[in-house]
């Protein structure tokens, strides 16, 4: 991979310069929280890397859009307002989960809607993120990304290493040159290593990986879920806040004449008692028990067509949900009680 | 159609109802085509596939294929009048015109049954994918070995393709055994018992060259395995196919997934040692 540094300074300029390649979106603040936002203000602008309410999927693969419109039984496709976009701030759990939903949408049956988003979005990564409470991006091997990107900003206080991860990000470069530095030495490679160690101390918070799979497996008559099943509120928030939740429900929304209308994509989620009932009744997952485990089944035992577990330790469904049902508190009762506090 | 279209695998086909008649009180059979002859006529599929039908409005659910691969042209399906889809087509009459998309799913592994006994196992609208393989493996004879036809309903009027069935008793080459819980009119010329009872006239069958296929309503599993495994039929011979909600069928809606397998792409036929192997598959 080309590999380049740059002066903090600059960071503006280029961001400024990457417009031609579409809207620039980052993180803002709004309230307590930070979101993926369109940025007219530049001062409105995060630049360090920080958790989104969301995960950039809510770009890629939003939460509503129309599919098809229809007239009669006649259906076209809909296509042609999805936008060039610039994603700066991605942290790299985030672009694990795009990485993820990749492999989900682009294998077997091509999705047009996904795909188009994601060729039409650049995405820009930041690290070193300081690790918050509940962050386990160390323990899933989700805190370096090699690719699903087009250029990283690896944030190493004095300069940005600057990895360039595809073709567009290659061009994006190009449009100004002067503000990138080709001659990467012994000093940058220090400081990075330097930046990783310091990062890595801050973790709290781990979850074993190599063990937790065939947990899950073990696990599956325990009463955890009960236990879970009695609390959880059925909000729905963790599947929302989740970088690799896909699920989606289609709604045909006709209008007033009832001849045309709109064949819709909503977020769905596995957690809500209609889930997985089909028409006459039968609901193969009735209990919340049942549905959590799914849940938890596909982000710490296995998922999608390659069967690897999808979590990427953002942390989001701690730090979200209401009753404390989360990826951390799953292990520590799956595990009797013991959940390992400290490094990993 | 643009071009987008083409290339996008959510986009239905309009396809005609050219024939549709009640199957029972609640269940119609539809013969529909692709408007496009040419589609019609060059569609491949397998028995225990699905397809997408949708209609503007009111949506999109998924629909075992009924008909035989072996007689192109017109693909048909029985429907349960039970959601807001099935609803809204049974309002529909000849000539209206649908969308379609599919098939999808694994199907029926044929090349593993053939030259193989067939044992096939229906209760009430299972009939909808078996009589799929069923019409194949008549209109293919000569591939398979002992052919066996299982259907349970619960009354005379609930059996669907009644007719149809009652004159494949009179083929020498199937062992056509229909049943019926109860028979209240007291005219029904078939056996009045429960499907699992048929297995009794299931004899002298080489077990390890003979498959199974069951579909039915999730309570007939758990019986009609029991009496193929006693059988003596191996495991990964029994086959089933499932019933799962789904939105888009293409593997990336979510809604069929079972551990990560998907229903719409890895089913929806599996064996019994699948469902062994994963717990909430029946």
Redesign the interface.
Same mark, same amino acid.
């Given at each position: 991979m080309r590999v380049l540094w740059m002066k903090k300074e600059d960071l503006r300029e280029f961001l400024e310069s990457s417009k031609q390649f579409g809207e620039l979106w980052g993180p803002v603040q709004k309230g307590e929280v930070y979101v993926y936002d369109k940025i007219d203000d530049f001062s409105r602008l995060i630049l360090e890397p920080k958790r989104t309410l969301l995960p950039v999927k809510k770009l890629i693969h939003p939460p509503e859009f129309n599919?098809?419109r229809?007239e009669?039984?006649?259906?076209?496709?809909e296509?042609e307002n999805i936008p060039r976009r610039v994603v700066y701030g991605v942290p790299p759990c985030d672009i694990h989960g795009l990485l993820i939903l990749d492999d989900? /949408?682009r294998?077997?049956?091509?999705?047009?809607y996904y795909i188009t988003r994601r060729e039409r979005t650049a995405i820009l990564g930041v690290s070193f993120c300081t690790p918050t409470e509940g962050c386990l991006c160390k323990s899933m091997g989700t805190d370096v990304v090699q690719e699903g990107f087009d250029l990283f900003f690896s944030d190493l206080k004095d300069f940005y290493l600057v990895w360039v991860g595809s073709s567009l990000g290659d061009d994006m470069v190009k449009v100004r040159p002067d503000l990138f530095n080709n001659n990467i030495t012994r000093k940058h490679l220090d400081k990075f290593m330097e930046c990783k160690k310091e990062r890595d101390e801050k973790f709290t918070k781990s979850i074993d990986m190599t063990v937790i799979p065939d947990i899950m497996e073990l696990s599956?008559d325990s009463p955890v879920w009960e236990e879970i099943g009695e609390r959880c509120l059925e909000c729905g928030a963790c599947t929302m806040v989740c970088p690799t939740c896909?699920?989606?429900?289609?709604?045909?929304e006709?209008s007033i004449s009832?001849f045309t209308?709109e064949?819709r994509r909503y977020w769905?989620c596995?957690i809500f008692t209609e889930?997985?009932?089909?028409?006459?009744?039968?609901n /193969?997952?009735a209990t919340r028990a049942?549905r959590l485990k799914?849940w938890y089944?596909?982000k710490l035992?296995? /998922?999608?067509?390659s069967?690897k577990p999808a979590c990427v330790g953002c942390g989001r469904c701690i730090d979200t949900c209401p009753v404390d049902i989360n990826v951390l508190s799953v292990v520590r009762g799956l595990l009797g009680g013991k959940e390992k506090e400290g490094k990993s | 159609m643009n071009k987008s279209n083409e290339e996008n695998p959510f986009v239905p086909e309009p396809a005609r109802i050219v024939r549709k008649y009640d199957l029972s009180d609640d269940v119609r059979f539809f013969q529909i085509r692709f408007v496009d002859m040419e589609k019609a006529l060059s569609m491949r599929y397998l028995p225990g596939q699905f397809m997408m039908l949708s209609i503007a409005g009111a949506g999109e659910a998924p629909f075992s294929i009924s008909s035989t691969p072996s007689r192109p042209g017109l693909l048909e399906f029985c429907v349960r009048e039970v959601g807001e889809v099935t609803r809204a087509l049974f309002r529909l009459k000849e000539n209206s015109i649908v969308g379609i998309r599919g098939p999808y799913g694994n199907g029926f592994p044929l090349d593993k049954i053939k030259g193989n006994n067939l044992i096939i196992v229906v209760g009430g609208l299972g009939a909808a994918p078996l009589r799929s393989l069923l019409l194949y493996a008549l209109d293919n004879r000569d591939n398979f070995g002992n052919v066996y036809l299982l259907h349970g309903a619960r009354t005379p009027s609930d059996m669907l393709f009644k007719e149809e069935f009652l004159e494949l008793k009179e083929r020498d080459d199937l062992q056509c055994l229909l049943s019926v819980d109860k028979d209240p009119t007291g005219d029904w010329p078939c056996y009045v018992a429960k499907v699992t009872k048929l297995f009794k006239y299931v004899k002298n069958v080489n077990v390890a060259k003979t498959y199974a296929a069951v579909c039915g309503p999730p309570v007939m599993y758990k019986f009609v395995i029991e009496k193929l495994v006693k059988l003596g039929i191996p495991k990964h011979q029994i086959l089933m196919t499932l019933e799962r909600r789904m939105k888009c069928g293409i593997g990336k809606c979510g809604h069929c997934v079972v551990g990560h397998t998907y229903t719409c792409i890895d089913g929806p036929v599996f064996t019994y040692w699948d469902v062994t192997n994963m717990r909430e598959l029946i």
């Open positions: 599919i098809l229809y009669g039984e006649t259906y076209k496709t296509l989900l /949408f294998r077997y049956y091509p999705d047009p599956y896909n699920c989606y429900n289609v709604v045909d006709p009832g209308g064949r769905d596995c889930y997985s009932l089909v028409a006459g009744g039968d /193969f997952r049942d799914l089944t596909h035992k296995s /998922f999608g067509y069967g | -």
